[in-house]
DNA sequence: CTCTGGCTATAACGATCGTCATAGTCTAGC
DNA sequence: GCTAGACTATGACGATCGTTATAGCCAGAG
């Protein structure tokens, strides 16, 4: 699984093993407790490597799966907007079924959950910035391609959004087909963005 | 009278605050206790009105919201597959914009959360149904105005896919931008699907 | 060797969770 | 008015939550 290696030093472990539980159960429903369990690490640890508290693990752990996602999508958009797509496709599709439909996106998961007070918490924080990297890379690469610099944006914002919620729709109907409808949506539309001769 | 009249909207009441609250908390963040207090009712009714608990009212304020959105979506869808578009996504917008960026969908919400054990609980059911209602509506429509058969449901599952996606997007970054951004992807789409004379 | 400091082990704190039981209130039908 | 049944009020149960405190282990520096 792409968002939780088990080899690692227990700090990374944790933090891992908190991306992949909090995409599983949600941000409130995901435990302290049981994120160190799921990294073979004792609670103590977790405080003593997150001192500030589940906001901090949950911050990191966002942080930590929106770079990895970041990084796989930006050596695949090398080869191009519509090999970027598969990858960033494939990579949630693996996610997605490899748990049996049980884990999804762990920054899809932080988004959807009420900020208390008035403040906006860091893990949110860092999830908009997830997003918006995923959205940079998918704009800078349908622009070198051709895609018209004004319509990328719009395109970019539309794929993301649109992968999240199908991988959120997938897995509640415990079938690809959401997902793959939208892949084959997607790769045309990027194949008509960026190849048309105008 | 044993079932025809159960009184008061209290139930009701009850059944729509948890629609909501499930949609800014989560599901297993939304409790009883505060659903019960957001519909001013007392926690006994709850356990009256549901008796089998929290699943019971999960699924119902579930199936409230994706009959309610149904129900708007299928008499706007009449006035064409654009104007069944735009109340959609004002429909969310509106959501989340009134609630200051913290409530959202509340069938997204279930949908996201690991169902306990190996089965499929009937909230998890209800939101599936949910999601392949709406896009049912949608392939109608579409194919009714000359969008291609085929293509009808591939651009529905896109639609609902990345409307769900944009409004969590929306939520975390405390912006319209990725919602407004998708409307517009969107609205084009459909007018190139229904329009375009081959 | 001692000693220090990073890590772990264990237990507890108050709070809140889902759920249930019991008793009380109210009202509709006789 | 009286009674049955729908609703409410109240409080408790075991479990689990985030967090903290305290004591113990154990490698490496001196």
């Known amino acids: ?57 949950a911050t990191e752990a966002v942080r930590y799966a929106g770079t990895a996602v970041a990084g796989i999508l930006r050596q ?58 995923w959205e940079r890379l998918l704009v800078e690469t349908l622009r070198a391609h051709g895609a018209d610099a004004e319509q990328a944006p719009g395109l970019a914002a539309l794929i993301v959004a649109s992968v999240e919620g199908a991988i959120a729709m997938s897995r509640a109907e415990r079938s690809m087909r959401p997902l793959d409808q939208v892949a084959g949506q997607l790769e045309a539309l990027i194949v008509g963005a960026v190849g048309r001769p105008d």
């Not at 990374?12 to 690490?41: F, T, Y």
């Not at 990858?87 to 884990?103: Q, Y």
């Open 1 to 57: 699984m792409v968002l939780a290696k088990s080899s690692a030093p227990s700090r990374d472990r944790i933090v891992a093993g908190a991306a992949d539980l909090i995409s599983r159960r949600g941000l409130n429903a995901a435990s302290i407790r049981e994120v160190a369990k799921h990294a073979k690490a004792p609670l103590g640890s977790t405080y003593h490597y997150f001192p500030e508290g589940k906001q901090q693990l």
């Open 76 to 133: 695949e958009l090398h080869a191009g907007p519509v090999a970027g797509l598969r990858a960033f496709l494939g990579l949630w599709r693996g996610i997605v079924v490899d748990s049996d439909f049980r884990a999804g996106c762990p920054v899809l998961a932080v988004s959807v959950e009420e900020p208390p007070a008035d403040e906006t918490p860091p893990a949110l924080v860092a999830a908009t910035k997830a997003f918006q990297e």
